[in-house]
RNA sequence: GGGCCUGUAGCUCAGUCAGGUAGAGCGUCGGGCUUUUAACCCGAUGGUCGCGGGUUCGAACCCCGUCGGGCCCGCCA
């Protein structure tokens, strides 16, 4: 069974109706590690549904939460900041700087990080009932459980110190006001009568805060349980570092109840590194945005990634190889048939399980109904941006005529901003060789150098264009009784130093014929030489 | 100190919850393909399941120990 539906199984097991909810602190430059949480949630509601469940699917954003330091992308005029919460302080601008005339627009520093990423989730069909932390304090949501919290401190200090083993001070309590400046830091709370907790900063400044008009926060611990209970929340995917034995959710699993409500239905999932750079991390810079991971990969790409991986693995992004490993599989998955599959007889559990996981893996995947013209394996595409620089060839080369997909346009868009970035692998490259290459001409079979006077010959005296090209070829090969992957293999080894390569008929078109007949030229003299 | 995840074919992983003669894809190798030659089709190759014990008629799977990798216990998905 598919990880998603064993949720679903264990979601049907408590009840019909169910609220998925997932969150996210804007707090910098969303990546595709953040995906993997809201793909999660998104892939938990659809197999909810698909059990026949009412679930609705929420991404709740943590605007409310105060800025934590200064991070590398920020300017220092920021660290008048830290302590504020997010949804008041100004969005920076391309320098870093706080951009004031934006924020004069009402785009908060919490809007800037989020547009983008709302715009990647529309790209990835990924459609939530956003609810906004900072609003939802406002508007009076926490009142109840924040009024049962502050009457409750002691209990909440016990649970969280034996529960996480940590200690809190003594001055501690479970409402964060805002200080005169507007900063949660270094405030304290010197009194709690219902619903007001008054409070000095540490200017020495004295105030009062009405816990249900949202005149501060509740501190993390207690927020989330606080969200489980106002919003219903009855299932939620989370980071490992919530999962840890003594985290958030272990604690948040005690004051929920509390707040009369019992906990969601858990799961831990795994992050997202990127290949060879270790965790992403917005500090360090070593992100990719989720933009930009569309900006090279489909989107039903980047589900399925999330689709076929359980959520207890840890997932590497690789922008290289990877990727064409990864969008290859997934276009042969798209052309299985699985009905024909699972009627198979004498199917094992296991080829049961796995034909039944990958079935699953790609319904959770697909965007729209793929077009069967769509089926060119990324390897394939990939060639052909690099040797066509106009797309209406690609699509001759691919025997597509008249209205072309709007899918098959993203795609190759897609593939051609991939090629001219610095995560196209190296292997994929297409470069012919400006010197011969001695190793690869030690390769050269018995048939290989036979072939190649008479290659020299034919190519010399063909039109150069692909059809010509092709013909000279394999008409070459026949004369001399040879089969035509002679003389391909014949030919990759002298103009690019690899025993295969993309199909040379429409790529050297495209290149200078005395160049390459010199490039073969030398090559002859090397053999024969030898 | 406490805890979580992870170690299975060259690579990426499934299989561990419900123990029953090691699986998939990629790669590699061989063949086919008179022309989508990095495509496609067919076939083959390939693992003492990290290591050591225990339970069992039988262990990749359960139990104990051990080694290696990643991570959490202040904030981070």
């Not at 997932?22 to 998104?42: A, C, K, Q, V």
């Not at 709740?60 to 920021?78: H, M, N, T």
């Not at 980071?239 to 009369?260: N, P, Q, R, W």
């Not at 391909?488 to 008929?505: D, K, N, S, V």
């Amino acid at each position: 069974m598919h990880w998603s539906d064993v949720v679903a199984q264990r979601l049907s097991e408590r009840g019909s109706k169910h609220i998925v909810s997932t969150g996210i602190t804007p707090s910098g430059e969303f990546h595709i590690g953040h995906l993997r949480e809201i793909l999660t949630g998104d892939m938990i509601s659809k197999a909810a549904r698909k059990a026949g469940l009412d679930a609705e699917f929420v991404f709740i954003v943590d605007s409310a939460d105060p800025l934590r330091k200064v991070y590398a992308f920020l300017d220092d005029s920021y660290s008048k900041y830290i302590g504020h919460q997010l949804k008041k302080i100004p969005p920076p601008d391309a320098n870093g700087c706080p951009d004031m005339q934006r924020f004069a627009m009402g785009v908060s520093y919490a809007d800037h990080f989020l547009e983008p990423f709302k715009k990647a989730l529309e790209q990835i069909d990924v459609h939530p009932r956003f609810i906004d932390n900072f609003d939802a304090y406002a508007s009076g949501q926490f009142a109840e459980t924040s009024q049962i919290a502050c009457n409750n401190a002691d209990k909440i200090r016990e649970i969280i110190e034996r529960v996480s083993g940590r200690e809190l001070s003594p001055d501690w309590f479970p409402w964060n006001p805002i200080d005169s400046n507007g900063s949660i830091d270094g405030i304290r709370v010197t009194g709690w009568d219902n619903p007001i907790v008054s409070w000095i900063d540490s200017e020495g400044n004295e105030g009062q805060s009405d816990v249900t008009k949202g005149e501060g926060k509740l501190p993390w611990r207690i927020d989330w349980p606080a969200k489980w209970a106002w919003i219903g929340v009855t299932m939620e995917p989370f980071g490992k570092d919530h999962g840890a034995a003594g985290g958030s959710y272990d604690t948040g699993k005690e004051i929920v109840v509390l707040f009369a409500q019992q906990a969601p239905v858990d799961l831990t999932y795994e992050w997202i590194s990127l290949r060879g750079q270790g965790a992403m991390s917005s500090s360090s810079g070593n992100t990719i945005g989720p933009l930009e991971a569309l900006s090279l990969v489909p989107p039903e790409i980047l589900r399925y990634l999330v689709a076929s991986t359980k959520p207890n693995k840890a997932i590497e992004f690789d922008t290289g190889m990877g990727l064409v490993n990864l969008a290859d599989e997934f276009e042969r998955t798209t052309s299985r048939d699985f009905s024909i599959e699972l009627e198979k007889e004498g199917l094992s559990r296991r080829q049961l399980v796995a034909i039944e996981d990958a079935k699953t893996a790609l319904e959770l995947s697909l965007i729209s109904p793929r077009e069967e013209t769509s089926s060119v394996t990324f390897r394939h595409l990939a060639m052909l941006a690099q040797t066509k620089s106009k797309d209406e060839d690609v699509w001759k080369s691919l025997g597509i005529d008249g209205s072309i997909p709007q899918s098959m346009v993203d795609r190759l868009n897609r593939m051609r901003t991939w090629v001219h970035s610095n995560h196209f692998p190296e292997e994929l490259r297409i470069a012919i060789l400006e010197q011969p290459s001695s190793e690869a001409m030690a390769q050269m079979s018995e048939e290989n150098v036979r072939l190649l006077p008479e290659l020299i010959k034919s190519l010399r005296l063909s039109n150069w264009e692909a059809a010509s090209i092709q013909t000279s070829i394999s008409s070459t090969a026949k004369t001399l009784d040879l089969s035509p992957r002679h003389a391909y293999r014949a030919l990759y080894l002298c103009l690019m130093g690899t025993e295969r390569g993309p199909r040379l008929p429409p790529i050297l078109p495209e290149l200078d014929q005395e160049t390459i007949l010199n490039l073969l030229d030398a090559c002859l003299q090397i053999k024969q030489e030898s």
